[in-house]
């Protein structure tokens, strides 16, 4: 009895340690693409561009200022309850990852905002790394069952027999030997007849995915065809890509204005290559040239655009 539980208890184990690790890799994934999505151009020397997305990536808010020793800083920032007429409070504490803590102010710092609420980017993305996790372990479970699409009833003083026997099963013995003593008739062969969905699992995994990268602002294609895209199909695809870039762009823009006004810095702020440098592919245009040459038109307004607000 007691090998029947460690049995169980190391299957139980080996389940929880892959649902850990799939959840884990999606969760870091899609952490590390939030996070390399800005570039910040001129930042002092003093100021770590990781830490600032981090800082917005998990509390939605920073702080850039100004430390007479240390120099410009951009820092981790506490609000408190006390908030002026626009809902941001006249002063707020900045602090660092070492205890570092001072005191300041909108004459002598400037807040930046990860998006209009002030919300952090990492609440979404474990929704996200949850949904695709369920997804791919869903997968798993439905592709073992094509391996062994059966259930076997047997007497208890027969079990271990059959677990013996479905451990060569499954572990793919071409012969599978029983005892010359064992009965036919103690045990019976159930086929559950699973049916194979992984494929359309699958499907819907990837548009999960391109879903999470729309949130994130990151062009792709959410639309699975054979054929190939028209230039309208790709443009209204990317609507609501831009749309969701364009609350955190818009937040760290107006910040950076600020702060080059404030401390006469020459900060600049860009979203990281991808459709402003042509990641649109040809392939996925129809071979019509009024239709590609519209898209391109389009996509160099968007180059065009970028380098104004820059």
């Known amino acids: 009895m007691p090998k029947k539980r460690n049995k169980q208890s190391e299957a139980f184990v ?5 649902n850990t690790w799939d959840y884990t890799d999606y969760e870091d994934m899609l952490t590390e693409i939030a996070l390399s999505r800005f570039e910040w151009k001129n930042l002092p020397d003093t100021c770590d561009e990781r830490y600032l997305e981090r800082a917005l990536f998990f509390n939605g808010k920073a702080v850039y200022m100004r430390d007479e020793v240390m120099g410009d800083l ?8 006390r908030l002026g007429v626009y809902g941001i409070p006249p002063s707020y504490q900045a602090y660092g990852q070492n205890g570092y803590s ?22 979404t993305i474990l929704n996200y790394a949850m949904r695709l996790y369920e997804l791919d372990r ?28 479905y451990t060569q099963y499954v572990g793919n013995r071409p012969v599978i030997f029983g005892k010359k003593g064992l009965s036919l008739d103690n045990f ?17 995994k990837v548009n999960i995915f391109n879903e999470a990268l729309t949130f994130l602002g990151i062009s792709n294609v959410s639309v699975e065809k054979r054929e190939r895209l028209v230039s309208d199909e790709v443009s209204r695809a990317m609507g609501g890509t831009l749309a969701n870039r364009m609350s955190y ?3 760290r823009e107006k910040a950076v204005d600020k702060i080059n ?23 996925l245009l129809e071979e019509d040239d009024e239709n590609w040459l519209e898209t391109k038109t389009k996509m160099s307004a968007l180059a065009k655009g970028k380098e104004k607000r820059g």
Do not use: H, W
Not at 14 to 18: G, K, P, T, V
Not at 74 to 81: C, F, M, P, R, Y
Not at 188 to 204: G, H, N, R
């Open 14 to 18: 080996r389940s929880a340690l892959a």
């Open 74 to 81: 951009t820092l981790k920032v506490a609000l408190g309850d």
């Open 102 to 123: 001072v005191r300041r102010d909108y004459t002598n710092s400037v807040l930046i905002f990860n998006n209009y609420k002030m919300k952090p980017t990492y609440q």
């Open 138 to 165: 869903t997968i798993d479970v439905n592709v073992g069952a094509q391996k062994t699409p059966v259930l076997i009833l047997c007497d208890e003083n027969e079990r271990l027999s059959m677990e013996n026997l």
């Open 188 to 204: 019976e062969v159930l086929k559950t007849d699973a049916p194979y969905v992984s494929d359309k699992i699958y499907d819907l």
């Open 249 to 251: 762009m818009s937040m």
């Open 261 to 283: 006004k404030m401390f006469g810095t020459n900060i600049e702020i860009n979203f990281r290559a991808d459709v402003e440098d042509g990641a649109v592919d040809e392939e």
